[in-house]
């Protein structure tokens, strides 16, 4: 009976150690209200981004959630008004899988939103499930969807100075090594899966640190958040069926609910004086070293070079321009996901409904100096 005692003594113990030093997350402070500014998150229909929504929200911002699916998106546009008495929360349809849906929600945004103050780059994958894509599906929901969209909505983010930009990121871009001679190759089985998945985390945080040399003086900013292990859709969406409920409860125990998850995401994008740390990686709300890898300005830069091809953001020849809108060709490849057409992208709020079309006067192509790059 005592070594049984003893047992669970330091079971328990051994629970509150990694529960306080892992699992536990420091809670997010920074601008108490957000009155009169407008926040983008992406994928903020369940889990972090909807937590990260919800904070945003009960501190007064306007906030459009960009999402794939119109009915959980309005489904977490209803939870969100009811839970912080604000009715400035809005649906927006995004899949970042296709480069034709992300430039039709920026120009959709553009054409109704006078203002965004903060962009946070939430949504992501972690398997291909059932698809079966001709390029790199991973890379393009975590990588370069985001780092087109960026791109669209730079302006607005210039002319609304001070501003922020948040790429949701993972430890897992320790694992990450990116091959530029495969960058957009499909991924298929697990085995490449596990390694594309940490290939695009690990351009999350490239992303970030080329955006911060290229956004230098203008006012906007940028960061790249880990949110620490979180129970979430993304850790149980893609395990067998059978072993669901095995994990779930594992899961519980030793995984950070969501609303944990979303206070480095939330401290990127709230806290004051962390301007000069632009580029950064964080984790549990503090700036923390990232693998050699991950702090290579060439291979940096050598990957912004390679997603603008991706992105169908032709290389230009002058970088002055930058308060023209780029405008982006869609590689033709279609997506097997539910891709909301290009020709109508709509609007959900509470005070206006908008409806996007063909129609709209095109995005002017911003032309972007690129430097010599060394190979890598």
């Not at 500014?37 to 459009?64: D, F, H, P, Y």
């Not at 990686?281 to 990232?290: D, P």
Request: proline letters at 7%; glycine letters at 8%; charged letters at 20%.
């Amino acid at each position: 009976m005592e070594t049984l005692l003893l047992g669970a003594g330091l079971l328990l113990g051994a629970y509150v150690l990694v529960y306080y030093n892992v699992v536990k997350a420091p809670p997010c402070g920074g601008i108490g209200s957000l009155r009169g500014r407008t926040a983008v998150v992406t994928g903020a229909n369940s889990g972090i981004g909807k937590m990260t929504a919800l904070e945003l929200a009960r501190r007064g911002a306007r906030v459009v959630l960009a999402c794939r699916s119109r009915e959980r998106g309005e489904a977490a546009v209803f939870d969100l008004r009811q839970e912080s008495g604000n009715n400035e929360v809005i649906f927006m349809a995004l899949d970042l899988a296709s480069l034709a849906s992300v430039q039709a929600f920026a120009t959709a945004f553009l054409s109704s939103e006078p203002r965004l103050d903060i962009l946070i780059h939430n949504a992501g994958i972690s398997s291909c499930g059932r698809t079966r894509e001709a390029f790199n599906l991973l890379l393009r929901v975590n990588h370069v969807g985001p780092f087109l969209l960026t791109h669209l909505l730079l302006p607005r983010l210039k002319s609304c100075a001070p501003s922020r930009v948040v790429v949701v990121s993972s430890a897992a871009h320790r694992r990450g090594r990116l091959d530029f001679t495969r960058l957009d190759c499909p991924v298929v089985g697990w085995q490449q899966e596990l390694r594309a998945y940490a290939d695009s985390k690990l351009a999350n945080v490239l992303f970030a640190r080329e955006l911060a040399t290229q956004l230098e003086g203008t006012g906007v900013t940028c960061y790249a958040a880990h949110p620490g292990p979180v129970n979430s859709e993304l850790f149980l969406r893609h395990l067998p069926g059978w072993l669901c409920p095995i994990l779930r409860p594992l899961a519980w125990l030793v995984l950070r609910a969501p609303q944990g998850g979303a206070q480095t995401p939330l401290y990127c994008a709230l806290q004051e004086g962390i301007e000069p740390l632009s580029g950064r990686y964080f984790a549990n709300c503090h700036v923390e070293e990232v693998s050699p890898a991950a702090r290579d300005d060439q291979v940096a830069h050598r990957l912004w070079k390679a997603t603008k091809k991706l992105a169908g953001l032709e290389p230009g020849e002058d970088d002055d321009d930058s308060d023209e809108e780029p405008q982006p060709q869609d590689s033709g490849v279609p997506s097997s996901l539910n891709v909301p057409s290009p020709e109508k992208t709509t609007i959900s709020g509470p005070s206006h409904s908008f409806q996007g079309s063909s129609d709209l006067p095109k995005l002017t192509q911003r032309r972007i100096q690129v430097k010599a790059e060394p190979t890598h």
